[in-house]
């Protein structure tokens, strides 16, 4: 179903899913569970110097994984299967978050244990679209990828950068595409208990036939999160005014030991809050796109009466009733 932009009114969702987030806090719980697979990269930088000792550095790390391989080989075992943890626990997470906002928009009683008894009945389900989409992303880029890398290794510099240009305008419509088909894909799923085919197909023909206001949609973001940049940032500030100094004292009062404790917990407890914020961006965010996807998937009365009578007059038959109520007993 296709809407004009005019009709819809993107401030409200934003302002109605506030206040879902904000009214019902047992939806933390649910985004806690969603942003735990759904957080951003994290840089590492090894402690490196300027003075030509990196070659140096690099061989002690050669060294080191060389001779704890079996320590290595358990630590990305671990490593995985804690992964695979995380990605259950969303997966269960976003299905349960899902039900549980639909339910409150349609003043129904809900919780958090019911909303987790019917994310768990989707669950193989968003799960399977969500590595579908993985997948989709990783095989375009091999696609994308081997031509530019054949054409650098052979030096042909020039055919290398054009094509780059080329892959770089491609990539950028298609992870547009890849992120809308999920959004909806997974409201598809949980609520209209579709299959993972036909949920990826009605969430791109949802997205197609609503493409400049589904645009629209997702820059409302941008600056909501530079908004949430910004929180993260002032909560780094005081973190610092408080462990730094405490960092200093514990180390001329007790050496290096103390001084890892006071990291250690301050790394603990911006962790702890950078999850809440992104927790309730999860359910602020969720909120916000399941209203909008109401609003352009479900039809209005009028609509529907309308495609009912055509398809009657194609059927060249009429009901037996009044057409407004054979609507709603269908409803």
């Not at 997205?207 to 400049?212: A, D, P, T």
């Amino acid at each position: 179903m296709k809407k004009n932009i005019e009709e819809i009114p993107f401030l409200d969702f934003f302002k109605s899913a506030w206040k879902i987030t904000k009214e019902n806090r047992f939806l933390w719980w649910l985004g806690f569970m969603v942003a735990l697979a759904s957080g951003g990269s994290t840089n590492i930088n090894l402690p490196f110097d300027s003075n030509g000792k990196e070659a140096e550095s690099a061989k002690k790390i050669g060294e080191f994984l060389t001779q704890n391989i079996e320590l290595v080989i358990a630590g990305v075992i671990f490593i995985f299967v804690l992964y695979l943890v995380f990605i259950s626990i969303s997966t269960l997470g976003r299905g349960a978050l899902i039900k549980s906002i639909d339910h409150i928009i349609k003043k129904e009683p809900t919780g958090l244990k019911p909303s987790l008894r019917e994310g768990k009945s989707c669950f193989w389900r968003v799960l399977i679209l969500g590595i579908i989409l993985i997948f989709l992303i990783i095989l375009s880029l091999i696609v994308i990828i081997t031509p530019i890398i054949f054409l650098f290794a052979t030096k042909s510099y020039v055919l290398g950068v054009i094509l780059s240009i080329f892959a770089f305008l491609i990539m950028i419509p298609l992870f547009i595409l890849v992120s809308y088909l999920k959004t909806f894909g997974y409201i598809y799923i949980v609520l209209g208990k579709l299959s993972v085919g036909s949920a990826i197909e009605s969430a791109y023909n949802l997205f197609r036939q609503n493409l400049l206001s589904s645009i629209i949609m997702g820059l409302f973001f941008f600056p909501i999160g530079i908004l949430m940049f910004f929180i993260i940032l002032l909560i780094v500030i005081p973190l610092l005014f408080i462990f730094v100094p405490l960092g200093f004292l514990a180390y001329f009062l007790g050496g290096n030991v103390p001084v890892g404790i006071i990291i250690a917990l301050g790394i603990l407890i911006f962790i702890i809050l950078a999850f809440f914020i992104r927790s309730l961006f999860e359910v602020f965010s969720q909120a916000a796109w399941l209203l909008f996807f109401r609003e352009i998937a479900t039809p209005k009365v009028e609509e529907k009466i309308t495609e009912v009578l055509e398809e009657l007059e194609k059927a060249d038959t009429l009901p037996a009733g009044d057409p407004i109520k054979t609507i709603e007993t269908e409803k």
